[in-house]
């Protein structure tokens, strides 16, 4: 059974940095992609970052040049967020499935890590 458990989250003043993780459990997939979300209050959930098994990634225009996606060799998946700015207050989730699946939406998602920016 695949598991995705977020940590790292928590509030910062505007301009400082936080770091995401994602421990992935149960994976035993060869090829893989992995991806950060995010959902601001009272907003739809947005694509933040996206990585796939050969280490492309792909970054929102919102977050390109201030925040770093990667995984280790252990699927532990990273968020490294710089520069923080208000706007991006939200609850901040990881996903993951086969890179095949996920042109119709990821199937594995964790319970989310909430990031609050203050100014």
């Known amino acids: 059974q695949v598991r995705l458990v977020e940590s790292g989250g928590g509030s910062v003043q505007a301009g400082g940095s936080l770091r995401l993780s994602c421990t992935t459990f149960g994976t035993r997939w060869s090829t893989y992609c992995m991806g950060w979300f995010r959902q601001p209050p009272g907003q739809e959930r947005e694509e933040v970052a996206t990585i796939d098994g050969d280490g492309n990634t792909h970054y929102a225009n919102a977050v390109k040049g201030r925040f770093t996606i990667s995984v280790d060799s252990a699927k532990t998946l990273f968020l490294q967020m710089d520069s923080l700015k208000p706007e991006d207050t939200a609850m901040y989730y990881c996903?993951?499935?086969?890179?095949?699946?996920?042109?119709?939406?990821?199937?594995?998602w964790g319970q989310g890590t909430q990031v609050t920016v203050s100014s």
């Open positions: 996903a993951a499935d086969l890179c095949g699946l996920v042109p119709y939406g990821y199937n594995y």
